[in-house]
Structures are given as C-alpha cells and as structure tokens.
C-alpha cells in the first residue's frame, strides 16, 4: 500500500527510532508531525526530511506525561496535513536498576512517559481516526515486553503493558478501519541506555558490552514501513525485531 499524501505523528522523534522513523516515512511520502521536547534536534531533522524527501515536517514541542502538549500535537498535526493517518508511539525511557536500591523517582518516570505518555497519544488521536474510519496505530514495546531480565523489572512491567494495550486495542478496534501493530524491539544502538544510573547496572552491562550484538534505529524503522505498507485488509498485529547472535557487517 502507498503511503505517499498520508500524514505520521511520532514521539520521541529527536532521536534513535523516532528519528530513524521520521526519515523513512518521509521517504516514503508521509507528511510527519515530529513531537518531542529537544526542538533543536527537530529542527534539523525538519530540515534534513525537507532537503531530502518530497514530504512536508512540522515541530510541535512535546513532552508526552502532558495530555495537554499531546492534544496539541494532534491537534496542529490535523491542520497542517487534513489527516492523522498513523501515530508511531515512541516516545519512551529505560531506566533499568535492581529493585533493592529503591529509585523510585525513576519508576515513576518510566510509568509517565512508557505507559501514560502512550495513553495520552491514543487519546488524542482515536477521535479523528475513528472519524475517518482509517487509522494506524503503531506502539513501540520492546522484548523486554514479553521477558523479564534482573534490573528490569519497573521497565518491563511497563512495556508488557504498553504489549497488552496493543492487543486489546487490536480486539476492540477490528470492526473499524483503524489497525493497530506493537513493535517489540531488542537491544538498539540509541541514547535509551544512556540515561541508565544505577552504579550496579552500568558496571554489569560495562562487563557484558563486547558480548552484545545490537540493531540499529534504521532496522527498527524498517519494520515500522514495513507495517504500514501492508494493504488495507491486513493487519500486521505484532513484530519483534531481535538481534542476530553473530557481528553485525556494516
């Protein structure tokens, strides 16, 4: 199916998969509404979308614990392209640690922004969809969605959650035009770890790193076009993009 004409909002879309994302949809023709809170990332990834693809860009600064800036965001995204064909819902953090050092303060940022920001998202999108009758709802989890490692016991609740409201949205939607997909990704080279401040955490995963293979944003795009590509009547409900266990040649 033909994306060129249709309109994407993505969160998170300063960096890694929502960048990675933006590009390729914009490369397939897709107008995107680029939310984030780091403006001047968007900024030249406004630019880079308008110098080298066909497609339009807009920045809407977003912060997505706010159900209000998200409401905007869907809302400029509608008057700037008439539509709100697919939301790439993005935006995430993974602040992996050991439940005995209690860094409470961090689960509740991951259940804001993995969980509550991925809610306020499908609110402010689903009126229009369902207006339309046509939609694309895709959910970024992670494998850490379907399996629990130590140190990620708050982040993976938050992603089986994120896994578990895309099947039900799935289930409850069949009847419209709107399809729903979860992208389940593995370890990506991104700035998520990078947040990660746990002293424990970062001394295992610095002693594990040259046994690690990881993907690159641009696989996990892949998957993302690859979805919405599909024809009309079918409905990719789930992928889950994994590292192979060998070096990756560039």
């Known amino acids: 199916m033909s994306l060129n004409g249709k309109s994407a909002i993505i969160t998170g879309a300063s960096s890694g998969i929502g960048e ?10 897709v107008n995107v509404a680029l939310g984030a809170r780091r403006t001047e990332r968007l900024e030249a990834l406004k630019e880079r979308i308008e110098q080298e693809t066909d497609a339009k860009a807009i920045i809407v600064k977003t912060d997505v614990t706010s159900k209000e800036e998200v409401e905007e965001l869907a809302k400029q995204t509608k008057e700037a392209f008439g539509s709100i064909d697919i939301l790439v819902n993005n935006a995430g953090v993974m602040l992996l640690s050991f439940l005995k050092n209690d860094l409470v303060d961090q689960w509740e940022k991951m259940v ?65 035009g709107i399809r729903v997909t ?44 690859h979805a919405a590509t599909q024809p009309a009547y079918v409905n990719t409900n789930e992928i889950i993009v994994r590292p192979k266990h060998s070096v990756r040649k560039d």
């Open 112 to 176: 804001d922004v993995n969980i509550k920001g991925v809610l306020y998202a499908i609110h402010a999108v689903l009126p229009t969809m369902l207006k339309q009758d046509n939609g694309h709802i895709i959910n970024i989890s992670s494998v850490a969605g379907h399996e629990v490692f130590p140190t990620s016991s708050v982040y993976s609740a938050t992603k089986y959650a994120v896994r578990a409201l895309s099947m039900g949205m799935e289930k409850e939607l069949a009847a419209t």
């Open 20 to 29: 990675a994302t933006a590009i390729a949809l914009a490369q397939q023709g």
């Open 182 to 225: 979860n992208i389940s990704p593995g370890a990506v080279e991104t700035e998520l770890a990078t947040h990660i401040t746990d002293p424990d955490v970062l001394e295992t995963r610095t002693n594990n790193k040259k046994d690690r293979t990881t993907l690159e944003a641009k696989d996990i795009a892949n998957a993302i076009v």
